[in-house]
């Protein structure tokens, strides 16, 4: 999909990605689709469900384990502690 916009194979692309970032391309979108989920947290009144999917996971339970993976706690805790 992204490496192809790119004419190139998806290990060619992870591999210049992370010598210019440090992140395989995966952990980058994981990353920030995380820190996105965060924002809207703190700044909206949607649901975790909503979040997850305007964030690009799966579903909400894909969500909550990578979150608290990154973020140190659940969302929900993420959100009343901000």
Not at 22 to 34: C, D, K, P, S, W
Not at 63 to 82: D, L, N, Q, V
Request: charged content about 25%.
């Amino acid at each position: 999909a992204t490496a192809e916009l790119f004419n190139m194979s998806e290990s060619s692309l992870s591999k210049k990605f992370k010598a210019f970032t440090g992140f395989r391309f995966r952990e980058y979108l994981i990353y920030v689709r995380t820190h996105a989920a965060a924002d809207l947290l703190v700044n909206t009144s949607l649901s975790i469900t909503e979040i997850a999917d305007k964030c690009g996971f799966a579903d909400s339970n894909t969500m909550g384990g990578t979150f608290k993976k990154i973020m140190g706690e659940a969302p929900g805790s993420y959100r009343k502690s901000h």
